[in-house]
């Protein structure tokens, strides 16, 4: 059981808009801050979000990142089959004192 | 550009001693003063965080996986090290070691390797 719950799956056309969350609790979202990571599979996972919303140089604004409460959210516009990967998001848990990282989400580009 | 590159053991038995050496090419491994980190994942599970080094030297691992491993940095050769002691094929995963930028916000990895499989049998 994830300390982190992310949707399996999201699918979406090309050039569509889909969202990932994030789902957690007050030990971890709900007192620090979210980072996002794309990953292919025998590929290095790249950051693509850190301090909720933020962008690091060279990720496109297709990106974006959001929290609320206890959930934080990944939105990627403009799909485009490049972005067909598996997307993660992290946190420090306080009651963990660990670095957790949600369950994952496999995109799809139909 | 920073690269991370993971080596080591891919294949251990159980009990004995798992090593990993990740070398850092790009940049100097104290540059920006920044910690590193090691993290895991079982084939069909998630990523696991083992722990980190800081640019101090001092350490703070997982507390499901303190007892059995150990983080080191070796300066001179631009590396980052992981040890794991008395492995079962539970520790069976892919190893990424990756860099961690702390910022006044939050902490992120913002470099990581491509990872190593380690497969612990027998």
């Known amino acids: 059981q994830s300390v982190l719950t992310q949707p399996p799956s999201v699918s979406a056309a090309p050039g569509q808009r889909v969202t990932i969350s994030c789902s957690g609790s007050t030990s971890n979202i709900g007192q620090n801050f979210v980072s996002w990571y794309h990953h292919l599979p025998g590929t290095a996972p790249k950051l693509l979000i850190y301090?909720?919303?933020r962008r690091p140089s060279g990720i496109p604004d297709r990106f974006s990142g959001s929290k609320s409460g206890t959930s934080a959210t990944l939105g990627i516009t403009g799909l485009q089959t490049g972005d067909e990967a598996d997307y993660y998001c992290?946190?420090?848990?306080?009651?963990?004192?660990?670095?957790?990282f949600g369950s994952g989400t496999k995109v799809t580009v139909l | 550009q920073l690269q991370l590159q993971e080596s080591g053991s891919g294949l251990v038995k159980p009990s004995e001693t798992l090593s990993l050496t990740c070398s850092v090419s790009g940049d100097s491994i104290t540059s920006g003063a920044p910690s590193w980190s090691w993290i895991r994942q079982p084939p069909g599970k998630d990523l696991e965080w083992i722990g980190y080094?800081?640019?101090?030297?001092?350490?703070h691992y997982n507390p499901s996986l303190r007892s059995r491993v150990t983080i080191s940095v070796d300066r001179s050769k631009n590396q980052v090290s992981l040890e794991m002691i008395s492995v079962t094929a539970a520790d069976t995963a892919v190893y990424y070691c990756a860099r961690v930028h702390s910022g006044s916000l939050g902490e992120h990895f913002d470099y990581w390797g491509q990872g190593t499989l380690v497969t612990v049998a027998s």
């Open positions: 301090d909720n919303n």
């Open positions: 992290a946190t420090w848990d306080e009651s963990l004192s660990a670095h957790v």
């Open positions: 080094i800081f640019y101090s030297g001092n350490t």
